[in-house]
């Protein structure tokens, strides 16, 4: 988060005041925010989710697109200061793995590092398709690797706009067509597949692009707020068009940065929820915050797969944010949502 200057920033004391909120228990936000929550379409922003967002408009200018070098630099401070670290436990290991223009960097976090044909998750982070990498989403992935007891591998994908649309795609493709063949001691039979945000979509555009070339599917699919739908036509894109950490000023400059002027938004590849190819899928398990343009999202692609006769299970969370799972140490629902997840995993992948 790159800080204000000028003279609409907030004094020091001021912003030390929205710091500390942040970070203090959820009783003492509620009772200091009593009258003052933010509602939604009848969802009640969580209080831990208000001072956070109070804090992240304190310090970056609503309305102001930041430069790609302060929007990279934003998420890694985001995660430094509000994620926890990587459990421990957890070990980490660097991997090459296959991508469509070369191998790229992974990170492979196990807890039991001596057993390794166990299951395995396929993380692909988030941060719009131009941000984020191993790093910001490090203590995610090993949380979820601690709970679900399960290897995890993310993957550190080809970033926009270095690299526009298909390249993201493509990598993840090209990555996890080898972990199915056995790379990096996976069991093919026991392998998943999940991400947020910018990664949920790459998560929901590789069900596509698996189901429309017939090649073998994962047993379990986890999108985390994901962004299916580039019409961004839904009603909570423009009821939370100033949402808190990702307004649709935000999503707009992502897609410009993403997408190149003759990429088509309704190729499956960049909506996946209009992908023919639904009712081949494996289960899901979505996960969906109440105060984040993507709400809508996240339901639609749900209802979606259900009409084709996928199994989904929705993980909701009227009052949170965006990226809720990445301020775990700020917000303790996304400590609740992270749980979630790993004991679905568990079922899904024995």
Same mark, same amino acid.
């Given at each position: 988060?790159?800080?204000?200057? /000028?003279? /609409?920033?907030? /004094?020091? !004391? !001021? $912003?030390? =005041?929205? $710091?500390?909120?942040? &970070? !203090? *228990?959820e009783a003492v936000v509620a009772l200091a925010l009593s009258g003052r929550r933010k509602q939604v379409d009848g969802r009640l922003m969580d209080p831990k989710a208000q001072a956070l967002g109070d804090l992240f408009n304190a310090v970056r200018v609503p309305g102001v697109i930041p430069t790609l070098e302060e929007s990279r630099k934003s998420l890694h401070i985001l995660a430094s200061k509000f994620d926890r670290p990587n459990p421990p436990g957890v070990t980490r290991q660097a991997l090459t793995l296959? /991508?469509?223009?070369?191998?790229?960097?992974?990170?492979?976090?196990? @807890?039991? *590092?001596?057993?390794?044909?166990? !299951? @395995? $998750?396929?993380?692909?982070h988030g941060g719009g398709w131009v941000q984020g990498d191993l790093d910001t989403h490090d203590g995610l992935c090993g949380q979820i690797a601690l709970e679900a007891d399960i290897r995890v591998i993310a993957l550190d994908y080809r970033l926009a706009p270095e690299n526009p649309f298909p390249a993201a795609p493509d990598d993840v493709l090209a990555a996890y067509r080898a972990l199915s063949a056995g790379a990096a001691g996976v069991d093919p039979g026991r392998l998943a597949v999940g991400g947020d945000s910018a990664g949920g979509n790459l998560t929901a555009v590789l069900m596509h692009d698996l189901a429309a070339a017939?090649?073998?599917?994962?047993?379990?699919?986890?999108? +985390?707020?994901?962004a299916v739908d580039a019409a961004m036509t839904t009603r909570s894109m423009e009821a939370l068009k100033d949402a808190f950490v990702l307004p649709r000023d935000r999503i707009e400059w992502y897609m410009d940065q993403y997408l190149t002027p003759d990429s088509d938004r309704t190729d499956p590849r960049v909506s996946p929820i209009l992908s023919?190819?639904?009712?081949?899928?494996?289960?899901? &398990?979505? +996960? =969906?915050?109440?105060?984040?343009?993507?709400?809508?999202?996240? &339901?639609?692609?749900?209802k979606a797969l259900d009409a084709a006769g996928v199994q989904v299970e929705v993980a909701q969370f009227p009052g949170q944010i965006h990226a809720f799972l990445s301020a775990r140490r700020a917000i303790p629902q996304g400590g609740q949502a992270v749980t979630g997840a790993a004991k679905w995993l568990k079922r899904q992948l024995g």
């Open positions: 988060m790159s800080r204000i200057k /000028g003279p /609409g920033a907030p /004094g020091k !004391a !001021a $912003l030390m =005041v929205k $710091l500390a909120l942040a &970070h !203090a *228990p296959p /991508g469509a223009a070369g191998d790229l960097p992974a990170r492979l976090y196990d @807890t039991r *590092p001596q057993d390794p044909k166990r !299951a @395995t $998750l396929l993380y692909l017939g090649l073998p599917m994962p047993r379990a699919q986890l999108l +985390i707020y994901p023919p190819h639904l009712s081949a899928q494996p289960p899901a &398990h979505i +996960i =969906v915050a109440g105060q984040d343009p993507l709400w809508d999202d996240g &339901h639609d692609h749900a």
